[in-house]
């Protein structure tokens, strides 16, 4: 399974549609976002997802202001989840968090109950391996903060999963 991870797209709407034709032509089967949209117009750039089998996550960031109308207009087309989310696919075990409280991020990664920890925030890339967790913050679409933009694939299918399964992408 080919797992697209974007996050801090920052209403930047060009990348947003690069992003995501990206992601189509690299044919991914799921994709996350780990926070900070901005603003429900922001689904537009992403109308590309509608009609595909194409399951897209979302958490929210601390930027994400207007959460009730996100979550109106985003709807299907990429389901926020929340603050957290834990699910599984592939038989692994996945967190996704914004990263706003570096505790909590830190004591997420420490309870070594996931296979792949998803977060943002920061803007910087960040691939490790902590004990049995790979932590993965691809970075930041929208560039601000960052001397590129970048979002990442996932191989989730690699036994066991490792730092080599992820490849950051430049856009």
Known sequence: MKIGVFSDTHDQWDKIEQTIEIFLQKKVDKIIHCGDVISPFMVRPMKKL????????GVFGNNDGERAGM??????T?????????????GKSIAIYHGTNPLL????IKSQQYDLVCTGH???????????????????????LADRSTFAIVELNTEPLNTSA?????I
């Open 50 to 57: 509608e009609g595909t089998s194409i399951e897209a996550i």
């Open 166 to 170: 992820i490849s950051i992408i430049d």
């Open 105 to 108: 991020l830190k004591n997420i």
């Open 71 to 76: 979550l109106k207009h985003f709807g299907e």
């Open 78 to 90: 990429l389901q926020f989840k929340g603050d957290f989310y834990e699910t599984v696919w592939d």
């Open 122 to 144: 920061t803007h910087q890339i960040q691939i490790k391996k902590e004990g049995r967790t790979i932590v993965l913050n691809p970075g930041t679409v929208s560039g601000f």
